[in-house]
Each structure stands twice: as structure tokens, then as C-alpha cells.
T-cell receptor
Framework: NAGVTQTPKFQVLKTGQSMTLQCAQD?????MSWYRQDPGMGLRLIHY???????DQGEVPNGYNVSRSTTEDFPLRLLSAAPSQTSVYFC????????????FGPGTRLTVL | AQKVTQAQTEISVVEKEDVTLDCVYE???????LFWYKQPPSGELVFLIR??????QNEISGRYSWNFQKSTSSFNFTITASQVVDSAVYFC??????????????FGSGTRLQVQP
């Protein structure tokens, strides 16, 4: 199993550009989520999905869109990048069981100029 | 609302010293799960331990041990005989257990541990 994979690893955007951060998992996990990590603030939930076709907002959803057309993939879209979106982005997945552990991808470091 | 507090922003120790990382949490849930993750300089998040709210037994895994005390809402992490490879940022996290399906993790702000040779 590759676990949770994310691409790209690094990205630089200009203000106003759009892009998609890719996330995939091969563990047949129902639950997937996106977090952003900013200095001194831990990780904060952006969006999450409890299964294919079902997504919902987390703590900091503004400026981001998601979709979940398959169990394996959960892309995060930035429609018009802003400098405030400079961050490290982590995708995570887990089974639907309440007790289960979330496993994280390696992260994408995004800089918006 | 849930909250996790890691009051120690940065700790520096010399190799072989013992070090304890503090974690205090707030939740209204009666059933919840607590986690510790390690983030080494390479940036990935490595799962260390999960503890449920019904199990207050201390856990030991090699040089790592965890002390969960429900009465003080604390879940502290001790590294015995620290090594340079333990240098990392350590996050404590609390899992939601509501029926909404959100089940997100609420993270503390992290403690950066520097182990000097």
C-alpha cells in the first residue's frame, strides 16, 4: 500500500491563479480530509468527506473547493489563490470507525506570491 | 467547542535527558480519543499513539510513555533518555466523536523539541 499520496510536493503560485492539490489513498478509507498547517497554529480542518459524493466544510473552508467522485481521490481546488493561502496542506484518510486513526499524506508546501 | 493546549512552544534538552511534553484538552464529549503525532524536520506527520477516554492506563512503548489523566484533562508524553533523532515538533490532538460524521482532529499548536548532542 502506498498509503496517502499528495502531489505536488511544492508549488508557487501568483495571486489570482488557480490550481488543484491532488490527494489519493489506496486503503479503501471512507473518510478523507484536508488540513492546513500554519506556524504556531497546529493543523486546521478545511474540508472533509465521509464517502464518495459527500463533502462538507471544516473550520477554514473559504477560498477552497473539494469534490469526491471516487473513494480513492479527494482533490482540493484553489479557485483564486491569495497570499493568505500560503501554507502547508495535508490530506488525511481513515476508516469510518469512530476509534480509527487518521493517516496523513506527506504534505504540499504552497507559496502564493 | 473542543480545544487542545500545548503550553510549551519549544523545549531544548541534552541527549539522554528525560523530557515531558504537556497536553491539556477540553471537550464536552463523554467518549473521545486522544492522539500524539510527531513531525520530524522532513515534514511528514507520524502517528505515535491513540488513547480512548475509557482507558486511563499509562502506555509505554520503548523510550516513549504516555500519562492520561481524565481528572485533570491531560495527556502528557514523556521521552526517556532522549536522542537527537527525537528532535521534531510533537502535536497532541483530540478526535470528535459526534454523529455528524465530521470526526475531525482538533490539534494543539505543537511543541518543538530540540535534542542537543
Amino acid at each position: 500500500n502506498a498509503g496517502v499520496t499528495q502531489t505536488p510536493k511544492f508549488q508557487v503560485l501568483k495571486t489570482g491563479q488557480s490550481m488543484t492539490l491532488q490527494c489519493a489513498q489506496d486503503m479503501n478509507h471512507e473518510y478523507m480530509s484536508w488540513y492546513r498547517q500554519d506556524p504556531g497554529m497546529g493543523l486546521r480542518l478545511i474540508h472533509y468527506s465521509v464517502g464518495a459524493g459527500i463533502t462538507d466544510q471544516g473550520e477554514v473552508p473559504n477560498g477552497y473547493n473539494v469534490s469526491r467522485s471516487t473513494t480513492e481521490d479527494f482533490p482540493l481546488r484553489l479557485l483564486s489563490a491569495a497570499p493568505s493561502q500560503t501554507s502547508v496542506y495535508f490530506c488525511a484518510s481513515r476508516t469510518g470507525a469512530r476509534r480509527d486513526t487518521q493517516y496523513f499524506g506527506p504534505g504540499t508546501r504552497l507559496t502564493v506570491l | 467547542a473542543q480545544k487542545v493546549t500545548q503550553a510549551q512552544t519549544e523545549i531544548s534538552v541534552v541527549e539522554k535527558e528525560d523530557v515531558t511534553l504537556d497536553c491539556v484538552y477540553e471537550t464536552r464529549d463523554t467518549t473521545y480519543y486522544l492522539f500524539w503525532y510527531k513531525q520530524p524536520p522532513s515534514g511528514e506527520l507520524v502517528f505515535l499513539i491513540r488513547r480512548n477516554s475509557f482507558d486511563e492506563q499509562n502506555e509505554i512503548s520503548g523510550r516513549y510513555s504516555w500519562n492520561f489523566q481524565k481528572s485533570t484533562s491531560s495527556f502528557n508524553f514523556t521521552i526517556t533518555a532522549s536522542q537527537v533523532v527525537d528532535s521534531a515538533v510533537y502535536f497532541c490532538a483530540l478526535s470528535e466523536t459526534g454523529d455528524t460524521g465530521r470526526r475531525a482532529l482538533t490539534f494543539g499548536s505543537g511543541t518543538r523539541l530540540q535534542v542537543q548532542p
